[in-house]
């Protein structure tokens, strides 16, 4: 179960809330329309572009947080990302390989090094 103190464990420099807030950021504040509630979360930069390859990193490295934070073994989430068969054929279409499993598990290392910056190159 993740609770409240959960957000406040550290990934390197960063606590799982500030890793949180920046990713649905980037992932939602892609129009002026979001800046008062950018600005409210104390984004001060433009909105982001759309550019859905880095939005595929984005939801990947969260979703590797959040099995973090539940305490799921790299197994685990393989096993839970194995029960979405149509992200799977739709993902083996696209790329020959189950890129979004591949790349959710990546992440989980690198966020369990402590690196929360790097892009996972597949």
Aim: proline residues 3%.
């Amino acid at each position: 179960m993740i609770t409240a103190e959960s957000y406040v464990r550290r990934f390197g420099e960063r606590t799982a809330l500030e890793i949180v807030r920046d990713h649905i950021l980037r992932l939602t504040y892609t129009s002026h329309d979001m800046e008062p509630l950018a600005r409210d979360l104390g984004c001060e930069r433009p909105p982001s572009s759309w550019d859905q390859e880095e939005r595929r990193h984005l939801r990947a490295r969260l979703d590797a947080l959040y099995f973090l934070l539940y305490g799921l073994s790299r197994e685990d989430a393989e096993y839970v990302l194995g029960t979405f068969p149509i992200v799977q054929r739709q993902d083996e279409s696209e790329f020959d390989r189950y890129r979004s499993r591949d790349l959710v598990l990546a992440y989980m290392n690198c966020l369990l090094a402590g690196d929360v910056e790097s892009r996972v190159s597949l």
